[in-house]
């Protein structure tokens, strides 16, 4: 997460659901740091790893956990998909706004949320946006099925092995459809395969981690931001992390007043 620009890397457990480690900076140098901190043969313990698509982190696990499995992250999958279809709406908002009439260009650019939100998400205004472009067809609302469809592979309703199935014709049918966004978004869930397998199979992802990330980011916005970074970690590992503190009045062996 970033902070003024500055960014944390934050380490979490699947089972507690706290923060367990974090350090300033996003490279693989900073989670190196993390492996550098455990202790003898601790690396080896570790089952497995969720995160999302970025390579540096992959390469330290890689390197560092090598008995550990790689688990892609779903939703950031999901979310290759909808940077993809924002960036064939904003081609298509650029496309109109050379046309006469403006009330097009002002159409396509109004339809960000209508696209990108869930169908059951949509207001009653964003609906009925959401159903012209679908009569308008074209790459806009192809983009949007793509979008859709991979979406609900990773609905959870599926057995792994039918999301497998699906996801590669899923790919095949981006990689079809000639939208430049869509044919990379494919080439890029191919090559990251196996970990997004891994995170189906074992039902891995960093949804836990996200909405730790959501706590934080409330806390930072309530404290009207940190002057350091080190100062935004102290409070995470405070309220998100393993540490537990214990008042006089808690254990009840020192006397206590209140007034």
Not at 51 to 78: E, I, N, Q, S
Not at 219 to 236: D, K, P, T, V, W
């Amino acid at each position: 997460m970033a902070q003024n620009h500055k960014y944390l890397t934050l380490v979490s457990d699947h089972d507690t659901s706290r923060i367990v480690w974090g350090t300033t900076g996003k490279t693989a140098a900073a989670l190196d740091r993390f492996f550098d901190d455990l202790p003898a043969g601790g690396a080896e313990q570790i089952e497995a790893v969720s995160m999302d698509l970025g390579p540096a982190y992959a390469k330290t696990v890689r390197a560092r956990a090598p008995k550990a499995t790689l688990c892609f992250d779903p939703f950031h999958v999901v979310k290759l998909a909808t940077d993809a279809l924002d960036a064939v709406r904003r081609q298509v908002w650029q496309s109109a706004r050379r046309y006469p009439d403006k009330k097009i260009a002002h159409k396509f650019k109004g339809a960000r949320w209508a696209l990108l939100k869930n169908p059951s998400d949509l207001n009653e205004k964003q609906a009925e946006t959401l159903a012209a472009l679908r009569k308008s067809g074209g790459a806009l609302w192809r983009a949007y099925q793509l979008k859709e469809t991979l979406r609900a592979v990773f609905a959870g309703d599926l057995t792994a092995e039918e999301v497998i199935e699906l996801l590669n014709r899923w790919c095949s049918r981006a990689q079809r459809s000639r939208i430049p966004g869509f044919v990379r978004t494919a080439r890029t869930i191919r090559k990251h395969k196996d970990g997004i397998t891994a995170a189906v199979d074992r039902g891995m992802s960093n949804g836990r981690h996200e909405g730790l990330n959501n706590k934080i980011r409330t806390m930072i916005n309530r404290a009207y931001g940190f002057h350091s970074a080190e100062a935004a970690l102290a409070l995470i590992m405070l309220a998100c992390g393993p540490v537990t503190l214990e008042l006089p009045y808690h254990t009840g062996s020192h006397p206590h007043s209140c007034q």
